[in-house]
């Protein structure tokens, strides 16, 4: 572990406000909650700021510059919500800036339509926020994810059917720098880090406000949860393409495969419209017809939507997941690749009943708003149609982790085969989601950038050295010479 100065400690201790804390192990605020626990690692320091200025002392601290000459530089790790399992927001050593404790505020202009959100906040609390008022933000699908990490990775939500990514609902953000400068970006203000923010991730420097567009939301909406037994899969597959060719972008779904309490295998059909109940009934009735071993459908208030997965993936015990790409085919999913999926989920549990409770998930979230932005108008470059499909793994044995990462690694070996025989090659071979990605994932290096962020990796790494040019942010994706 890294050494801290005492007197640069003492120093930077003075330097920050009322509110602000710095916390060595032991202290009270040392201790970062983080959902996945193999993404927790021993930091020499964590910095929990209440204000802007407080982020800059902190990132000047961490470089070791004037007042803090004394003390050595630190590996630096940014926590918002501390969702990811890649550890992104950990450091081993270093000095973590937690801005969830003390700036996590939400504030709401419902005239203009506007969300000011701290850097620190969740979903949970946007949500809040905003509700009242009638409007509601793109958000994540898990009420404590936190608002960063989603953001500046794209963000999928229910309501991006709808109104588009979070990337694409962000008006402006301010962003502390390595260089401990305050910035604003958006449309007219540094315009290039503004592009970045979009979609390129926390490798820029510190977000302490996103500024999101809002949208008018009606109180409640129609869910629908249907498990289904998987000898119905094929003809599950046959009416949800029927489905897919005609929905509205007010209908979105999940495909879930987990074990149910009885240890049987399901495929849970997680259906959301976001209108009137009857309507949602209607569209949703081909489903029902199939005959699932459980139907749960309800007229759903708005504020539960972002719920409805939060007991299933709570804080604590390991988690690790990955994701890919299935790109939109004009027939709709195969039924080969939808059923493999299946079989390769079904064969980890079974042989690894110390992971009985991961799953695998398919996001048919209606594409058509968010894939009509160009792939260069944002960094988030992924805009042709796609579906996003994860393998979500979760043990509680910290003996089970080696096998874990093997396990997810040939799953999506596995997938990508699959989906490459059956569709053909995924999205110009980017492979998945960047929040999506595991530890390995994130320190893959400069090839895999390159296929990741394609024709936009030459503007990013142009903003990085700009705005970092000495890497200081590079945990979201870690270690590379330019990113």
Known sequence: ?????????????????????????????????????NAEKPAAL???????????????????KAPYESQQKLHLAVKGGGHTPSGA????????????????????????????????????DVDKA?????????????????????????????????HGLVADNLIQATIVTSTGD???????????LYWALRGGGGNFGVVTEFVLKLHEQRADL???????????????????????????????????????????????????YNGDSDEGAAKFERFVKLGP??????????????????????HGDFRILQGNYIPVAPEGLPIQLVTHAFNAWLKFVTENPAASTSISLIELYHHVKWSSVPSDATAYVQR???????YLLHWKDPSFTERAYQALRALDQEFVKSRDESIGRGVTGQGGYTNYLDEESRTAGVAWLQRRFGSNYARLIEVKQKFDPTALFGRWFVETKDF
């Open 89 to 124: 927001s950990s450091s081993d050593g270093g000095l973590v800036i937690d801005l969830q404790p003390h700036m996590n505020n939400v504030r709401v202009d419902p005239e203009a339509k506007l969300a000011y959100v701290q850097g620190g906040a969740l979903w949970g």
């Open 130 to 162: 905003t509700f009242p008022y009638g409007l509601a933000s793109v958000s994540g699908v898990v009420s404590h994810t936190g608002v960063g990490g989603l953001t500046l990775g794209g963000g999928f939500g229910w309501l991006c059917g709808q």
């Open 1 to 37: 572990m890294s050494k801290i100065d005492s007197t640069s400690l003492a120093t930077l201790r003075n330097s920050l406000s009322h509110s602000a804390t710095v916390n060595l192990p032991g202290d009270r605020e040392y201790s970062v909650k983080r959902w996945a626990r």
């Open 46 to 64: 964590v910095g929990c700021p209440a204000t802007n200025e407080d982020v800059v002392q902190l990132v000047t601290f961490v470089q070791g």
């Open 384 to 390: 042709n149609p796609t579906y996003n499909m994860e």
């Open 182 to 192: 305050i910035l604003t970006a958006n449309d007219s203000e540094n315009k290039e």
């Open 293 to 314: 071993v459980v139907n749960r459908s309800e007229t759903l208030p708005y504020m539960r939507l972002n719920t409805l997965q939060d007991a299933n993936t709570d």
């Open 222 to 272: 129609y869910s629908s949860a249907l498990i289904f037994p998987p000898p119905l899969i094929e003809r599950l597959v046959l009416e949800l393409n029927a489905w897919l060719k005609e929905r509205s972008p007010l209908e979105n779904a999940h495909i879930i495969f987990a074990l149910g309490p009885n240890g049987q295998p399901g495929v849970i059909m997680q259906l959301i």
